[in-house]
């Protein structure tokens, strides 16, 4: 059966790319209509202008590289769905996966990883994977030109992998997302248990963990029985005293 | 025959990436001349669009990602990134359909 393809994915296939490489956002959003400046931006990532048939995105120069090519695609997002409308977003509108999926924001976040990591490009590759690991995830990202965290999220909602990613700061879960395969109630828990790796990464500065580690399952979730059950843990460290966590679950969390 | 149609797709679709590619570099050496004497007229415009009122803003569109308070300098951009809209309006007409 024939995938069906995303907005995103659509673009890229009529353009003939059937490589990573071949993913130059800047030569795609010009056959869109768009042209992109790098500047300084104090006040944002990006911004777009946008006319009926024309639009200006300007790119803070100041942000690194793979950072510059999710917000270049995620205004490309907007490009596509939004034309006509003027949206603000705040920073809590991004990488807030509370949202509701009604969120503009969502559906421009949606867009650029659709465009910066296809499934119809990635999925191959996830295929050759026997577990999502951090060198897996990263050897992806680079080959992507990907933020790590980006990767991840791309490949926990391709449910290639009974999976969860859960993000936390030093008092509390910020967000997380879940392989569809997994049952809803395995939800990882609100703030970091002191005896997970992750806690100890962030809290105590330990090293980064080069493999996942087992872990009892209720150290993460805690819901009934959970102490039935073990998880994998590996987690690497975000800016700004984060930490973000791949959980591998037990085959009895698939749905 | 769906091969060779599905081959030609794809190397038709490769060429026009390729041109894009080459329109980005030719409008990266010769940007459009982006007129900056009404700068008077482009901040109305653009607080006009930020205004929030109902079509105020004139049919175009506008969005940051991260997005907080704008800075003099941010302002400033939006300005000129105004001003290179108008221009791409009247010297690209086609752009769009490289």
Redesign the interface.
């Known amino acids: 059966m024939t995938a069906v393809l995303t907005a995103a994915e659509r673009i890229l296939q009529s353009l003939g790319i059937g490589t990573p490489q071949e993913i130059d956002l800047e030569a795609i959003a010009w056959t869109q209509g768009a042209v992109v400046n790098y500047r300084p931006l104090e006040g944002c990532e990006a911004r777009i202008l946008g006319s009926a048939r024309k639009a200006v995105i300007s790119v803070n120069s100041r942000s690194p590289e793979r950072r510059r090519r999710f917000s270049l695609a995620h205004e490309l997002g907007h490009w596509h769905y939004h034309r006509g409308r003027v949206l603000f977003c705040g920073n809590d509108d991004i990488g807030n996966f509370a949202n509701d999926a009604m969120n503009p924001e969502r559906h421009a976040d949606a867009f650029a990883s659709d465009l910066i990591l296809p499934n119809y490009l990635l999925a191959p590759r996830l295929n050759k994977i026997k577990k999502p690991t951090l060198a897996a995830a990263r050897d992806l990202s680079d080959e992507f030109c990907a933020s790590l965290t980006a990767t991840l999220i791309k490949m926990t909602l391709s449910n290639h992998f009974p999976m969860v990613i859960a993000c936390y700061n030093k008092t509390k879960r910020r967000w997380f997302e879940r392989a569809p395969m997994i049952e809803p109630w395995w939800l990882p828990v609100r703030a970091l248990d002191r005896q997970t790796f992750a806690a100890d990464m962030l809290l105590n500065g330990a090293a980064e963990q080069n493999f996942p580690r087992k872990m009892p399952a209720d150290a993460w979730f805690d819901f009934k029985g959970t102490d039935r059950f073990e998880v994998t843990e590996q987690s690497f460290l975000l800016p700004d005293e984060e930490i973000l966590t791949i959980l591998m679950l037990p085959d009895r969390a698939v749905a | 025959m769906d091969a060779i149609a599905q081959e030609a797709?794809?190397?038709?679709?490769?060429?026009?990436?390729t041109r894009?590619?080459d329109?980005?570099s030719a409008?990266r050496s010769n940007p459009p001349n982006a007129s900056q004497g009404d700068r008077t007229a482009l901040r109305s415009r653009l607080q006009g669009?930020?205004s929030?009122r109902p079509g105020a803003?004139d049919?175009?569109?506008?969005?940051?990602?991260?997005?907080?308070?704008?800075?003099a300098?941010?302002e400033e951009?939006?300005l000129d990134?105004?001003a290179?809209?108008e221009a791409?309006?009247s010297e690209?007409p086609e752009?769009?359909k490289?």
């Open positions: 797709k794809r190397f038709a679709g490769k060429s026009r990436l894009a590619k329109a980005v409008f669009m930020r929030g803003n049919g175009l569109m506008m969005a940051a990602r991260k997005g907080k308070e704008m800075s300098s941010d951009g939006t990134d105004l290179q809209l791409l309006e690209y752009a769009s490289e």
